[in-house]
């Protein structure tokens, strides 16, 4: 059995290597669609370790207010652009009353709006948030140049801004922007101060936010009166559970709301977000493998039509080995062999390909200032080699049979 093994091994290499080009093309389906499985798996651990990380980074004793129902399973309507009017900053004032909220230790409220920025020649578009309350303590951020806003200047509707770190570089490359003025919706206002570099938090990066008082955006800039959002901060995190539902109950009584199933506001520790963004990039991740998984079904429909085009021009070598006492058994066997082989050598050099492609990918974006994880899962190489090796089998099997079922005779006699 062993014996009869290495002559049909023998046999199979040696008519890889007679049509090495041939060899190489089969392979390249397969090839191209391990190295994406690979890659695509790696680059979806690593974006999902890099938001989970910075998600995290908030802290487990934070909790977020956001307008807008949802569900247990997914983000608020607000989340996805939809207007919602019933989040306000009076809310926001009752919820800092520790005799309301005793856990309570920082509270922030917010409105962003997207805007336009311009000094002298250089302009800038992002978004412009308008803050209040304790932003420095909620955030953890710090001023690299000039100051903050005071407690009056933060409740007030002054023409006042700080920029984030990137903001800076692009309006004022070479100048210090303390004490500038800038230009925002025909709006002249000065710069007090610059944030450090703090990289990417979540889905975005403070880094390119222009910051101005919470009054000042809502009045002078949107002319809205509601919230994009509202963060709490409690004293310990074993707090957050009782606090959220202070939180609801006190919300619910503001807004007249009797019936739950009726909230107009969503209320997440920022572990249940946490639980969540890991939820959406799991089932994002594995979408995107399946779709790169599809390539290596048409890699094994063309190791099929290779093969088939094998056996035709192999049919003499066929005839002659069935008339030399070769059994049909070993004839599928070497066909099927190849196909095996084929594919599995397919698997390792894509699985070797998209290893490193994936690393460097970690590196340039690791370059870049983000904390990018490089992970190569030991499942998604077995999956992936094991994948390869049942594409040969299943692509294999019918050229296999089709070369053992071939009549000596008429092979023989096959031009």
Do not use: C
Not at 148 to 174: C, I, M, R
Not at 305 to 321: H, K, S
């Amino acid at each position: 059995m062993l014996e009869n093994f290495r002559q049909v091994l023998k046999i199979v290499k040696k008519a890889l290597l007679v049509n090495k080009t041939r060899s190489f093309l089969t392979m390249l389906g397969i090839i191209i669609g391990v190295s994406a499985v690979i890659l695509i798996v790696s680059l979806g651990a690593g974006a999902q370790s890099l938001i989970l990380n910075q998600v995290d980074s908030f802290g487990g004793n934070l909790i977020g207010i956001l307008p807008g129902q949802s569900n247990e399973n997914g983000p608020p309507a607000s989340v996805f652009g939809v207007k919602v009017t019933t989040l306000i900053q009076d809310d926001a004032k009752v919820l800092a009353d520790k005799n309301i909220l005793p856990y309570v230790q920082s509270v922030a409220s917010y409105y962003d709006v997207n805007v336009s920025a311009y000094y002298k020649n250089a302009s800038y578009d992002g978004s412009l948030e308008g803050i209040s309350g304790d932003y420095l303590e909620i955030e953890k951020a710090e001023i690299k140049y000039g100051r903050f806003f005071t407690k009056d200047e933060l409740q007030s509707s002054s023409n006042l801004v700080v920029l984030g770190s990137l903001v800076a570089k692009e309006l004022f490359p070479f100048a210090n922007p303390v004490g500038k003025k800038i230009r925002i919706k025909k709006r002249q206002v000065t710069v007090i101060g610059v944030f450090k570099e703090r990289g990417q938090a979540g889905f975005s990066s403070p880094d390119g936010i222009i910051f101005a008082p919470l009054k000042f955006v809502q009045k002078e800039i949107a002319g809205i009166d509601y919230l994009s959002a509202i963060r709490l901060e409690v004293d310990k995190e074993k707090n957050v559970e009782e606090s959220i539902e202070i939180i609801k109950q006190v919300l619910r009584e503001r807004h007249n709301i009797t019936n739950p199933v009726n909230d107009d506001f969503s209320v997440r520790s920022f572990k249940d977000a946490l639980d969540l963004v890991t939820n959406i990039t799991n089932a994002l991740r594995y979408f995107l493998a399946a779709m790169a998984a599809l390539s290596l079904l048409v890699g094994g429909i063309g190791i099929m039509n290779i093969m088939l085009v094998g056996v035709t021009e192999r049919t003499r070598e066929i005839g002659l080995r069935k008339a030399v006492g070769a059994r049909k058994s070993q004839i599928r066997s070497q066909f099927l062999l190849e196909a095996v082989v084929i594919t599995l050598l397919g698997g390792i050099i894509g699985l070797l390909l998209g290893i490193l492609i994936s690393y460097l990918v970690s590196l340039i974006i690791n370059s870049l200032g983000y904390n990018w994880d490089f992970v190569v899962s030991i499942s998604s190489i077995i999956l992936s080699l094991s994948v390869s090796t049942l594409i040969g089998i299943i692509f294999g099997y019918y050229p296999a049979k089709k070369a053992s079922n071939l009549d000596p005779i008429d092979a023989l006699h096959y031009e």
